[in-house]
């Protein structure tokens, strides 16, 4: 097993509802294949029912994904003092088990590199990075063209520019969770080992793909949490934050979190398509109907992304920018 640091584990647990009762039925995850002309109306409900969804027919080689993975477990197999050259993150950089600065830790380690040409990369993954993210970037902007389309929104490329902007402010994470064999009493006990906990994307969409190892839960509107069945040859796709303002809350930001495997390690990529620092994000306009308001206040990318940092995972981060209704 991989050495982590080791702060007290009591902070890695999360108490479930009750121990040692029966698993909750997952509802169907909605499945897209991007290759069928019906994908558009598919996409649109799964962003207003689920705001999660996995898709198909991608279009991203398995070529590309397999060397990234590759390089990835080379460089989490690395004894530890390799690893942290290329840490601590500023934000960038390799984390393990601290999560961001706001006392959220995690069973994980993990590399955050920011998306851009000129920025550092440990060795041997400036160009499967590269070769990835363009291949998935390409990929979101193609959903969210279609989401455009299906929503009537001019011009299409309304959500995919921000993707496409050379300022856009996105980022790649690789996250590693290492096997922790102790689990199963903790799981007779009621309590789960959490690897990231429950949070929302603040960015536009976000694009995860991991291997075939289980750890992946989204919270449902009924308050139960449900696991999501792995799938290392499909994508599963995530709406931000940022995204669910400028629908005007038509489409849905869904809170995820990942949980300790007892005995495989879990690897997962992901890119968060962020747009650039000064973007105004609001609702657009287009979408408002009739005597429809806006339900959030007007802000930046850079005001939301530094309110957002500055808060534990699971808080609700856009509660700051909702405008108060009177009822």
Known sequence: MVALSNPPMEQFFVKTTKPNTKPIIIPDIPLIDLSKPESKQHLVKACQDFGFFKVVNHGVPAK?????????????????????KSGPPDPFGYGNKS??????????????L?????????????????????????MACEIMELLADEMKLQPRNVFSKLLMDEESDSVFRLNHYPPFPEIQENERNGRKLVGFGEHTDPQIISVLRSNNTSGLEI?????????VPPDSES???????????????????VKHRVVANGRKSRMSMIYFGGPPLSEKIAPLPSLMQGEEGSLYK??????????????????????????????
């Open 64 to 84: 590309f994904i397999n060397k990234l993975e590759l390089e990835a477990v080379k460089f989490f197999s690395s004894p530890l003092s390799v690893k942290e």
């Open 99 to 112: 999560i961001g600065t706001n006392g959220d830790v995690g069973w994980v380690e993990y590399l955050l």
């Open 114 to 138: 920011n998306t851009k040409p000129e920025s550092d990369y440990p060795e041997n993954f400036r160009g499967v990075v590269n070769d990835y993210v363009s291949l998935v970037k390409k």
């Open 219 to 227: 919270f449902l509107r009924d308050g139960s949490w449900v696991s």
């Open 235 to 253: 994508f599963f796709i995530n709406v931000g934050d940022s995204l669910q303002v400028m629908t005007n809350g038509r489409f849905k930001s």
């Open 298 to 327: 007007e802000f930046t990318w850079f005001e939301y992304k530094k309110s957002a940092y500055k808060t534990r995972l699971s808080d609700n981060r856009l509660g700051l920018f909702e405008k108060i209704t009177a009822s």
